[in-house]
């Protein structure tokens, strides 16, 4: 597609929920990311993707928190057992891998996924 | 590890005025650096990005950036602001060319005063 595209926008749950959120990457772009954005604070790295491969995860902050990218386009970030403190913004970003300085590293974020735990 | 530091959480700035952004990294070696936009309800737009050559960059909507190695500086800035460029400024750092993790300052709020 011609940018990001992550849904739902907006999400409410209650505590101890299973949610997902989805992305949809720029086409072609084979990394991904997903961070998590607090009121008032930057984005929070969680982790990315090459391809179908979590080539770095360490940003999960626990075993509740899992993310997929099966066939290296659409990615899925699943959060089980939801807690309060999980109610954010997440942010979905992808960029393409390539020549040093050509486009590598250059991100391109999407509107992100509200996510508010009660 | 690698952090990037924005000192100002938030600033005002009359329109028409000049705008400096302040942001410091704290790596060894020149890492890749970044400036996003953020405005309310809005996804991150890149404003600009360092990469290597001239330590002057230039950017959209009239920005600039320099990179001063000496002082592990990427501050941004603009001759005149508009109240357009309310928004929340982010500054982020990489550390390899490939894609990689990239981690992001804790932003700073400017406001435009008319």
């Known amino acids: 597609g011609a940018g990001v595209s992550q849904t739902p926008s907006n999400k409410v749950t209650e505590k101890g929920k299973y949610v997902e959120l989805r992305c949809d990457p720029i086409s072609g772009h084979t990394a991904l990311y997903w961070y998590r954005q607090s009121l008032g604070q930057g984005p929070e790295f969680l982790i990315y993707f090459q391809g179908t491969g979590a080539a770095d995860d360490s940003g999960l902050p626990n075993d509740r928190f899992f993310a997929v990218r099966p066939e290296g386009s659409v990615s899925t970030l699943k959060i089980q057992r939801t807690e309060r403190g999980d109610s954010a913004v997440y942010l979905c970003?992808?960029?393409?891998?390539?020549?040093?300085?050509?486009?590598?590293?250059?991100?391109?974020f999407g509107a992100g996924s509200r996510l508010t735990v009660l | 590890a690698q952090s990037v530091t924005q000192p100002d959480i938030h600033i005002t700035v009359s329109e028409g005025a000049s705008l400096e952004l302040r942001c410091n990294y704290s790596?060894?070696?020149?890492?890749?650096l970044f400036w996003y936009v953020q405005s309310p309800g809005q996804g991150l737009q890149l404003l600009l990005k360092y990469f290597s050559g001239d330590t002057l960059v230039q950017g959209i909507k009239g920005f600039e950036a320099e990179f001063k190695r000496s002082q592990s500086s990427f501050n941004l800035r603009k001759p005149s602001v508009h109240w357009s460029d309310a928004a929340e400024y982010f500054c982020?750092?990489?550390?390899?060319?490939?894609?990689?993790?990239?981690?992001f300052g804790s932003g700073t709020r400017l406001s435009i005063r008319p």
């Open positions: 790596y060894g070696a020149t890492p890749y």
């Open positions: 970003a992808s960029s393409l891998e390539g020549v040093e300085g050509s486009g590598a590293n250059v991100l391109t």
């Open positions: 982020a750092v990489v550390r390899y060319s490939s894609a990689s993790k990239i981690i």
